[in-house]
Nanobody, 116 residues
């Protein structure tokens, strides 16, 4: 089992920045890919970004050039630096870990609201 604790969400004005963090604990040796997903109001959960154990990152087209995912393997933590936020980025952001055994673990979610 892997437990995930997210932090860093909040209210920000359009054009602003936020940094999300997600710390993993438990069966950390089984962690493969780490990532972030989001679910906006009335929308399905969607991929935001993922990062492999070796640091290869993958982004949704909607966030390319604005968001940066990074990972500290020593601290079992994944980060999402979000810049140039707009109202369409408003969502609950979920941390995800995909294990070596093809099992997915999810955090509890953190709210990001972009509003003036």
């Amino acid at each position: 089992q892997v437990q995930l604790v997210e932090s860093g969400g909040g209210l920000v004005q359009p054009g602003g920045s936020l940094r999300l963090s997600c710390a993993a604990s438990g069966s950390i040796a089984t962690i493969n890919t780490m990532g972030w997903y989001r679910q906006g109001p009335g929308k399905q959960r969607e991929l935001v970004a993922t990062i492999s154990r070796t640091g290869r990152a993958n982004y949704a087209d909607s966030v390319k050039g604005r968001f940066t995912i990074s990972r500290d393997n020593a601290k079992n933590t994944v980060f999402l630096q979000m810049t140039s936020l707009n109202v369409e980025d408003t969502a609950v952001y979920y941390c995800n870990v995909h294990s070596l055994w093809n099992r997915d673990y999810w955090g509890q979610g953190t709210q990001v609201t972009v509003s003036s």
